[in-house]
């Protein structure tokens, strides 16, 4: 199984509270785990990545949580603000198929003021 | 300026037009990739490119066609095989040593 799931859909959070968004997967020739951030109109950007030896990743207010035995990881945003208004995906890497990356659906975050 | 720009960045066709999207890199990159990406979802993989005359299909690749004659550059032709082609498609190059890929600005082509 080559899917990545991701919930949930849409999340509204207050500024200054935590944005958490989820993501599960079944195949264990995934090697590396980014999230991207995107804006509308515009391409995705890496936002914080993993690779699964690690548990957990922190740069600034993001942090990304993994558990590897339970094939789950997820974002967390600390101290939400407007600009962080935006879709997030995760993503796994497959590691044999040429950097090919499965996404997660996405999710539509909205902070408000 | 190092990165990917794709054009055009809006593009209309009538149904059963072939149409070239375009993707050049200055990064140097080996890898390139097209996606497709449909409202509320996720980014879904057409083609990738590992290496010059190379080309392999992704999970979406019925109706789509790409050339990769230069390391620069990986076109994308939309052809009228295509039943739902009105959608965002994003280029994104890697270099193979690297694990991120970057992606470019998008183009977003409209079936009328």
């Known amino acids: 199984q080559q899917q990545v799931k991701q919930s949930p859909q849409s999340l509204i959070v207050q500024k200054g509270g935590i944005s958490i968004i989820n993501c599960a997967y079944e195949n264990t020739a995934f090697d590396y785990f980014p999230w991207y951030q995107q804006f509308p109109g515009k391409g995705p950007a890496l936002l914080i990545a993993?690779?699964?030896?690690?548990s957990e990743k922190k740069e600034g207010r993001f942090t990304i949580s993994f558990n590897k035995s339970a094939k789950q990881f997820s974002l967390h945003i600390m101290d939400s603000q407007p600009g962080d208004s935006a879709t997030y995906f995760c993503?796994?890497?497959?590691?044999?198929?040429?950097?090919?990356?499965?996404f997660g659906q996405g999710t539509e975050l909205s902070v408000k003021p | 300026d190092g990165g990917i720009t794709q054009s055009p960045k809006y593009l209309f066709r009538k149904e059963g037009q072939n149409v070239t999207l375009s993707c050049e890199q200055n990064?140097?990159?080996?890898?390139m990739y097209w996606y497709r990406q449909d409202p509320g979802q996720g980014l879904r993989l057409i083609y990738y490119?590992?290496?010059?005359?190379?080309?392999q299909k992704g999970d979406i690749a019925e109706g789509y066609s790409v050339s990769r004659e230069k390391k620069e550059s990986f076109p994308l032709t939309v052809t009228s095989a295509q039943k739902n082609p009105t959608a965002f498609y994003l280029c994104?190059?890697?270099?193979?040593?690297?694990?991120?890929?970057?992606f470019g600005p998008g183009t977003r082509l409209t079936v009328l």
């Open positions: 490119s590992q290496i010059v005359n190379d080309f």
């Open positions: 990064l140097n990159h080996d890898a």
């Open positions: 993993i690779r699964p030896d690690v």
């Open positions: 994104a190059s890697m270099g193979l040593e690297l694990y991120e890929q970057f």
């Open positions: 993503a796994a890497r497959l590691y044999n198929q040429g950097g090919k990356l499965i």
